[in-house]
């Protein structure tokens, strides 16, 4: 995949996502890379995201500078001296890295009410716009179903009613027969071994599962409910009629499918009684509760429902009634022949049935939302017109904010965090909470808005009709209301006790008027006039403009483009101008939009961005190219699938653009002079840089990504299958299709398009692809928004890694952070284990290195702390996340300030990390691989945890990577400073000079032998978190760290003063705890001493120790805190004691 890929020990640079911080930071690295010559060793540079910035700048300088006849490497040395002064007056090439400060704030480099900056506000209306000529029809012909099933229940019987009937009927019967044929041939109990389940083949028998079974018992429920509104005599047949209908039908559906079974040569059961019983039994349920269904929730007998609220009933619950008739019916065969079936029939009709239960689910809640959801909302907030409008209005506000924070949830921790603890109490996400209501407001909005449209369609007469026309006339009418209801409750309770029906008492109550149920809900004007243009409206109506919408959206949708018109053009507009337009000295940008077409190349011709060839010494030099460019995407999958399963919490798959080729693993590839037309280095960065968009891989949400969609909020592309039959093609040829799948979150790998987005969504590091091609030096820029510095992207990707690749990564145990016992402070290293995996010579193992950006105060440029001071809210914490070096990827307008900060930290940081006095590029003759059970490293939460809190070793213990790390701690804190001592045998547990560095720096150990062997007795000790204790003399450094315990007891008396005791109190507390200190200092000594010759003076001063806690514990005020924190002293004191030994490999041989 690459021009220099059979070279023996291929190196590689990795470049992370992250947005312009990312950029920033890792053109500093590249330039001290550049500087001390080790840019050019790299064969590959991987990027992702914000890194696919400046790589992409890199590789297209070098090649523009190649084009303009100069010499790549002096490029490179004048890169590495630039820190972007002005531009030269003695006539050089301008300082490319002043170039790049120029454009720090991309998306409008002018900043403030420029010409930029409200070209991005109109680009983002003039999308949103066009966006909702689509989505708008699309939506308001789906609210228009319920409208039209509603008005076609009223409609008057047609004269030609007997007719219709009579063909109807036979329809009716053809359908069920038809889905009971279906269901019983298409169990699998007795089918022969079938062909192999492909996805194409999957994808063809759930089409038919569909067809034959499921639209054709929906079809015959709705058929069905339309004729019991209309037909008196259908709802007058007996009883009987139907549950005869009903078996006759599950009869010869039955033999159908037997017949369908014997014509495939697919064996069927032995004809029992049993079976036939239960096909009989099973038939004449669902013709009962057909029959119950019609009658009822049915009209009258003389004709279609004549008051409002059974026909809305009726509306919403007929079909979803029937349909549950016959999934129970269903339910009663399983149970009756359940010594006859197997487990796969149960779990098919299971299966089977759930389709027909999220049906009925589905029918419901969409009646519901336009039938009965508007009738209390308008009762509160009147006119439906009016509230329409501010419905929509407040949709709008809420959805752009939903789709915001929805790209904001994945860059910027402390707002999802905040967010969601807002929520935490009810479990539900509040993202998702919010996208819900927008959802919820839209659709209403949509159903008010076709109320008052359908209304205005009849000049308001039906308004006029219902509604009063001033404030009195109103008043009188309430209260006339009032005295009707309760005179409709009198008469009715008169008919009660009269033994007479009630329907007719509540005819003449909405004959009135008069709402018989109470005018509790949907009784005021409003509600009423929604009410009655739902139930007067022609069928054709609704019919007809919900067609003619559909056509419309779709007509959008062709002409505009799925791509055309997202964010991904304004996004990639600008990167391109700031990135690659930079490297071209002869840019001819337009004089009104200050683009050029011809600053964005084609990636095919990057195939060897920095050729050695010219500068080799031997003759006959083989080709040396270098930085060999490789852009990382993901290619979504948010749809789950049968051969996919274990991808379901990922929802990517890696998709990657090289000059040579195009594609995935899993979807192929194709030459990238051809894909699409042609693959342009911009467009691959923009699509690399696709945070914000619908789906994002493992970070997707269904109702946030409907959201993002319905407000335009899309930075991904929709690409052709590299090996389906658009793979030349654009964007796809229709577009309406990909649109439905973007908002739904049905995106996959098995379609004619697919969906492309940020890199970040399947491995945000770019090191997946490297380590993929056996690179043996990777090194790492690790950019990303990490200010917790919990390394979440190098942990995911390393067991991607371990399980796709089968390759161990062995990361050190405890990962570098603030306060942690690290060896690392900026970066770390760890060995890659490919000879584990291909069995090949440890040679062949490769080194890892990962950068980090960190600031250290204490050795850093005074003006970078400067900074990070200036960039968190004032009076936040030094250790805030939020501040510099780890802002939010969603601020992409850095200024001077910002820009050299992040470009200054991250040439320091590449100084600390390739220096030459670390020896990384000194490639040893033998790596040894590190136990498989090594990685991954420890857990996120224990690396986060400072060493210094007062860790038991029950949590120490917790520690360990499947036991082969032992993070333990000689640690001094809890109330007053001092919680506990660990410590290990010398006999037993070698400890190297590593080791004791790692003591001394942060109190965590790790062993250099074999996994620990514990006998029950150490295993009931750990349980109990016995202190496990030795020979003191075996850690160097305990004496040093008993003297920090001193000083935390000392401090503890300052606190000690803010305690509300007296003075004399006070007083003497501290006296006491300063002799506390000193014992604490004379077994500091004993221990520092110890051996087996001190142990009884190491006694005598523990003895002392614990009378002076004792009589200290007397004077102490009565404040539970502090007798606590003494108790636990003294259990720490006991602990020294020698109680158990912990025997490693070598000790229990």
Known sequence: MGPDAEHPAPSALCLSGGGIRSATFSLGVLQWMAQKGQLQDMHYVSTVSGGGYIG?????????????????????????????????????????????????????????????????????????????????PLLAAAVALPRFYVALLGTPMPPFSETVWAFVIPVVMAHIVAGIAYVAADLPTFHPPGKPATPERRSRLRSRFRRW?????????????????????????????????????????????????????????????????????????????????????????????????????????????????????????????????????????????????????????????????????????????PTAVQFGLGSGVLGVLTSLLGYWSKNYDEVKRKAQSVVNATGIKLLELMAGLVVLTVLLAISLGWSAALDRCHHWDWTERICLRDISAETNFLREQTALVAESEQSARDAAQQGQAGRQTVQDAESLGVDPYGLRVGGSAAARVYRHVLLAAEWWVPLGAGLSLLLLAGLFAWRMGANNFSLHGMYGNR????????????????????????????????????????HAHA?????????????????????????????????????????????????????????????????AMTISGAAATPNMGYHSSPLVGFVMTLFNVRLGWWAPHPERRYWNQKQPPLGIEVNLAEAFGSTGEDEDFVYLSDGGHFDNLGLFEMVRRRCRRIVVVDATCDGRYQWAD???????????????????????????????????????????????????????????????????????????????????????????????????????????????????????????????????????????????????????????????????????????????????????????????????????????????????????????????????????????????SSILTSATELSKAAKDISSAADRLQQARTDAEAVKTIITRLQTLDEWIQKLTLAIGTGGASSSKALAATIADLNVTLADLNKKLPAEPGLTKAIDDLKNSIKDIGPRRNVRGQEGSR
């Open 794 to 1032: 190098l942990l995911d990707v390393v067991r991607k890694i371990r399980v796709d690749l089968g390759i161990e990564i062995g990361l050190p145990a405890v990962l570098p952070g603030p306060g942690r016992a690290s060896e690392f402070q900026r970066f770390l290293e760890a060995p890659i284990c490919y000879s584990a995996r291909d069995g090949s010579h440890p040679d062949a193992d490769g080194k890892l290195v990962v950068l980090k950006p960190m600031l250290l105060r204490d050795h850093d440029a005074p003006e970078l702390a400067a900074y990070a001071d200036m960039s968190a809210a004032p009076g936040s914490a030094l250790d805030d996340p939020r501040r510099f070096p780890h802002q939010t990827t969603a601020d992409p307008f850095f200024d001077e300030r910002q820009f050299e900060s992040y470009r200054l930290l991250g040439y320091l940081t590449a100084e600390a990390a390739l220096g030459e006095q670390r020896g990384i590029w000194a490639w040893p003759k033998e790596t040894t691989p590190p136990p498989r059970a090594l990685a991954p490293a420890v857990p996120v939460a224990a690396a986060m945890r400072p060493m210094a809190t007062g860790v038991g070793l029950g949590q120490a213990v917790g520690q360990w990577s499947h036991s082969a790390a032992l993070a333990a701690a000689l640690t001094v804190g809890g109330t007053l400073g001092v919680a506990g001592t660990v410590a290990l045998a010398p006999a037993e547990i070698s400890l190297s000079a590593a080791d004791r560095t790692l003591l001394r720096e942060g109190l965590s150990m790790r062993m250099e032998a074999a996994p620990l062997r514990l006998d029950p007795g150490d295993l009931q000790a750990l349980r109990q978190r016995d202190a496990i204790n030795v020979d003191a």
């Open 575 to 614: 990167l391109v101008r700031a990135y690659l337009g930079t490297g071209r000295q002869e840019r001819k940008p337009h004089w009104f939009t200050d683009f050029d077409e011809e600053d964005n190349p084609p990636l095919s011709d990057f195939e060897a961005p920095l050729d050695l060839t010219p």
């Open 213 to 385: 079974a499921f639209l054709l018992i929906v079809g015959a429920a709705v058929l069905l409910s339309v004729l019991g509104a209309w037909q008196a005599d259908l709802r007058a047949v007996h009883w009987s009629v139907f549950v005869g209908a009903g078996v006759g039908a599950h009869l010869l559906g039955a033999s159908l499918g037997a017949l369908a079974r014997i014509s495939r040569g697919t064996p069927t059961r032995t004809k029992t009684a049993r079976g036939a019983a239960a096909v009989i039994a099973v038939g004449a349920l669902g013709g009962a509760l057909s029959y119950l269904v019609l009658a009822q929730l049915g009209a009258p007998d003389d004709g279609p429902p004549t008051t409002d609220q059974q026909r809305l009933l009726y509306a919403t619950f007929a079909v979803p009634a029937m349909t549950a008739a016959f999934w129970l019916a269903m339910t009663l065969y399983a149970g009756l022949m359940s010594q006859d079936t197997s487990e796969s029939d149960r779990e098919w009709w299971a299966r089977a049935t759930a389709q027909w239960l999220k049906f009925s689910l589905g029918w419901m809640a969409a009646f519901g939302l336009v039938i009965w959801l508007p009738l209390p909302i308008l009762d509160r907030l009147g006119a439906q017109g």
């Open 56 to 136: 992409s700048w890199l590789v297209n300088s070098l090649v523009q500078a190649r084009n303009r006849g100069e010499d790549a490497l002096e490029w490179l040395n004048s890169m590495a001296r630039g820190c972007g002064a002005a531009k030269p007056e003695d006539g050089r090439p301008p300082d490319p890295v002043a170039q790049l400060r120029a454009f720090s704030n991309y998306l409008s480099p002018t900043g403030g009410l420029s010409g930029d900056a409200f070209s991005l506000v109109a680009i983002f209306v003039r999308n949103l716009l066009l966006n909702v000529l689509v989505w708008l």
């Open 619 to 683: 003759q006959k030099q083989a080709r040396q190219p270098r930085l060999y460019p490789v852009i990382n995407m993901a290619l979504n999958m948010v749809r789950p699938t049968p051969e996919r399963l274990d991808w379901q919490q990922r929802k990517a798959a890696p998709f990657i653009a090289t000059p040579m080729h195009c594609g995935a693993f899993n979807v192929g590839f194709r030459s990238s002079k051809t894909y699409m037309g042609g693959m342009q280095l911009g467009r």
